[in-house]
């Protein structure tokens, strides 16, 4: 059985054999299925261009383009290099071999798993080529310890850091340098080396009772086919997965580009880690067989065409590998909170919504929204005299149709009563994606990211308040980066409740 081991807890060689082996499967034509670039194109490929920094849009530009035309195996022109990789993904994906990664889907989980799994099979076969360890196992980087009660704040915050011998970056945007003797491990289009603690925290989605659920969001993602671009976002996609891509940013907060950041793979790791954890604490996987059945294709470390069901991945013992025992992403003394999304006889009501789009401009900003109450519905949601005189009626934050461009760090959401100006953070949103949902293509309707926060506790505590008027709430959102020459716009934001 092999060990995948926590990162900031491993003294041995095995970030340096992963460094050798990055560099290694660079080498291999990027037609090579065991090769890093086919490897990352599996996940995702394209060609746009990016700006994005929180300084000035001239610091830190990027594109897609040109990574990709950095892979082995390419002619020396541009334009041929485009041509060929045009070519290729439409021939790949055509095959069930590249643009696969699940997102916005009960998919998410399962798929990543077998991503890793024959991914981590390839780099170790390619070590021991290298006379390496032949035990060797993919770590994970365990930034949900920002929790852990255990820890010193000194420790936990050492969590939220990109481990050192994956490079250095200095207090300009953009500005980083690889640590000299883990070479493989750097990439230059990584923005930001420290997650924000809000991000990396996995509490909120251990916490959730059922994978998939009606009329709501479930720890899994909810009921969907195959689906490459993100939609609707499931608890632990969200956060902290998604939130970790768009804080780190650069190529990490692009769907296209963010498997071939090395640091790519010890974050999926974890959330790997996350699913196996949430199940250990006694949750259940779905028992549909259309979620059981499901088989996607991959490349084995001999470059062998392999199918894999969901079915195949339910455990990971099953697959010869386990992670250590570490922090499981919630304090297991907590209580998980009340179950607030309905399991199938309950149905939430929209009770307002906004009635315009609302864009949000390239720079940091806090934009108010007024909620109109659209009829006069079945929940009532009128001031209490105490917080704890009824039982909360849960809530849901809808922020729907959300398209734009660029990368764009994690998006906060807040509530705020009339002529107060405290605000009250709901949750946040990552959007990662954001610009694949906003195309139209085979693969995606072009109406972009839809999330759902959970408001239930946050209103029923505002209920309790002198100047709680539910006509008269208004909602902010507000980026925590700036978002350079990116740019997005939330199409509608609603709020539902339960009826």
């Not at 790949?92 to 696969?100: I, S």
């Not at 864009?359 to 900003?365: A, D, L, R, Y």
């Not at 709901?426 to 926060?453: C, D, E, K, P, W």
């Amino acid at each position: 059985m092999r060990i995948r081991k926590n990162v900031n807890e491993i003294k041995d060689g095995t970030l340096l054999w992963y460094s050798k082996a990055v560099e290694e499967m660079k080498k291999r034509d990027i037609s090579d299925p065991t090769s890093w670039w086919y490897q990352a194109a599996i996940h995702g490929m394209g060609l746009q261009t990016f700006q994005e920094n929180p300084l000035s849009p001239d610091i830190y530009q990027w594109s897609e383009e040109s990574i990709w035309t950095k892979a082995t195996g390419l002619p020396p022109n541009t334009e041929l290099k485009k041509e060929l990789i045009e070519l290729l993904i439409t021939e790949n994906t055509t095959q069930n071999f590249w643009q696969q990664c699940q997102h916005g889907s009960w998919f998410f989980l399962p798929w990543h798993r077998m991503y890793l799994y024959f991914f981590e099979r390839i780099v170790r076969k390619t070590i021991v080529d290298l006379n390496g360890p032949e035990d060797w196992a993919l770590p994970y980087w365990n930034y949900s310890d920002v929790d852990n009660p255990k820890l010193t704040p000194e420790q936990q915050d050492n969590a939220l850091h990109i481990p050192p011998e994956f490079g250095f970056t200095n207090s300009m945007a953009g500005s980083s340098h690889p640590n000299p003797d883990f070479p493989g491990l750097w990439m230059e289009e990584r923005l930001s080396y420290k997650l924000n603690p809000k991000d990396a925290s996995s509490t909120s989605s251990m916490q959730s009772k059922n994978f998939v659920v009606n009329n709501g969001v479930g720890f899994g993602g909810v009921e969907f086919t195959f689906s490459h671009s993100p939609g609707t976002f499931g608890l632990l996609e969200n956060i902290p997965h998604n939130k970790v891509h768009v804080d780190i940013g650069g190529a990490m907060g692009d769907p296209d580009t963010a498997a071939l950041d090395p640091i790519f793979w010890l974050h999926h790791a974890n959330i790997d880690r996350l699913w196996q954890s949430w199940i250990e604490r006694g949750n259940s996987n779905p028992k549909s067989h259309a979620w059981l059945n499901q088989v996607f294709d991959f490349h084995d470390e001999l470059g062998n065409h392999v199918k894999i069901s969901a079915a195949d991945v339910l455990n990971t013992k099953d697959l010869d590998y386990t992670y250590t025992e570490s922090f499981a992403g919630i304090n297991q003394t907590d209580n998980a909170p009340k179950e607030t999304s309905s399991q199938g006889i309950n149905m939430f009501d929209t009770i307002g919504a906004t009635t315009k789009p609302l864009t949000i401009e390239s720079k940091s900003v806090s934009t108010s929204l007024n909620f109109i109450p659209q009829k006069k519905s079945a929940p009532v949601l009128g001031r209490v005299d105490k917080e704890d005189e009824l039982s909360p009626t849960a809530i849901h934050v809808l922020l729907e149709n959300i398209t734009g461009t660029g990368n764009i760090a994690p998006i906060n959401v807040f509530l705020r009563l009339p002529n107060q100006t405290e605000r009250h953070f709901v949750g946040s949103v990552g959007l990662f994606g954001l610009a694949q949902s906003s195309i139209v293509s085979a693969r995606s309707t072009g109406v972009g990211i839809i999330v759902q926060l959970d408001a239930t506790e946050i209103v029923h505590q505002l209920r309790a308040h002198p100047q709680w008027k539910l006509e008269d709430i208004h909602i902010e959102v507000e980026p925590s980066r700036a978002l350079g020459a990116a740019n997005a716009t939330i199409g509608r934001i609603s709020i539902k409740a339960e009826v």
